[in-house]
Structures are given as structure tokens and as C-alpha cells.
């Protein structure tokens, strides 16, 4: 009887040896997981704080210098008929280099700001309020692109919805 005790305990050693081990796969995978995670939000984290400190601060005592674009001309988006909005826009910024930074940007930013005020409706575009929050969204759309409190300020000086 003993004999075949021990082969049972031999039986179950070999059994033991047999079966398959956890995979540690899913270990690894989530470490590095962790790993990468980590680095990236610290580029992330890096390169933000690195964008800010490069912004020069506005000097108030020199006068925003005016820029003005070329009209806008857009077919509003309006389904049951064809409406249009005329714009002029024209925008001041701090200094000589950041004029020359929206110059220079100025083909992309108008391409913005024509998708934005296609999307309009007539709507959109009655009253005040609504005028000042398109102000306001276009001033967001050109900062965007030149970077926050980069420009003094950006007026509508030509809005007609025909």
C-alpha cells in the first residue's frame, strides 16, 4: 500500500510539473503600460511648461498696432435658402514681431475663421449678445493659432447679413 502511495505522490509531483504556470504576460504588459504612461505625461507636462515661459509679456506701453484683414464673404447655413454674411475684421496686437507673427499666419487663420462663420445662422448673427459671442469665439479661433493673449483685440468693423 505504501507503494502505491508513493506513486500517487509521484503521480501528483508529475501532474504539478505538467500543468501549465500562469502567464506573466499580463504583468509585463501592464508595467509597461505604467512605463510609457509616465513618460509621456511627462513630455506632455514638460513642453507645456516650456511653451509658457517662452511667451514674452505684453508691453502695454507701446499701442496695439492695427492689422486689417480682407472682407469675409460667406453663404451662412441656412437649408431653405441663401443667405449671406459680409465681414470685416480687423485685429490689434502688441508690437511689431507679433504683427508679423499674424502676418504670417494670417492664410491659416482666415481659414478658420471662414469655417466658423459658415456655420452660422441668420439666428446667430441678430442682436448684441450674439454679436459678441461671435467676437469672442473669433478672438479664441486667432488665439489658437498665435498663441493666448496675443492679440488686444479684434473688432467687427463691417457686419452685414443679406
Do not use: C, W
Request: no cysteine.
Amino acid at each position: 500500500m505504501s507503494d502505491a502511495k508513493g506513486k500517487d505522490k509521484d503521480k501528483d509531483k508529475d501532474d504539478d510539473e505538467l500543468a501549465p504556470k500562469p502567464s506573466k504576460l499580463p504583468v509585463l504588459l501592464g508595467l509597461v503600460n505604467v512605463l510609457l504612461t509616465a513618460g509621456v505625461g511627462a513630455l506632455v507636462f514638460t513642453s507645456a511648461g516650456s511653451g509658457a515661459a517662452e511667451e514674452e509679456p505684453v508691453d502695454l506701453s507701446v499701442p496695439p498696432i492695427p492689422v486689417e484683414m480682407q472682407p469675409f464673404v460667406v453663404n451662412l447655413n441656412e437649408a431653405q435658402s441663401s443667405r449671406y454674411l459680409k465681414v470685416k475684421i480687423e485685429v490689434e496686437v502688441h508690437g511689431e514681431e507679433r504683427k508679423a507673427a499674424f502676418e504670417s499666419k494670417q492664410r491659416a487663420i482666415r481659414s478658420e475663421l471662414l469655417r466658423y462663420l459658415s456655420n452660422l445662422k441668420v439666428e446667430d448673427t441678430m442682436g448684441e449678445d450674439k454679436k459678441k459671442s461671435i467676437n469672442d469665439a473669433l478672438v479664441a479661433r486667432v488665439e489658437d493659432h498665435l498663441g493666448k493673449d496675443t492679440i488686444a483685440g479684434l473688432y467687427l468693423t463691417e457686419f452685414v447679413v443679406q
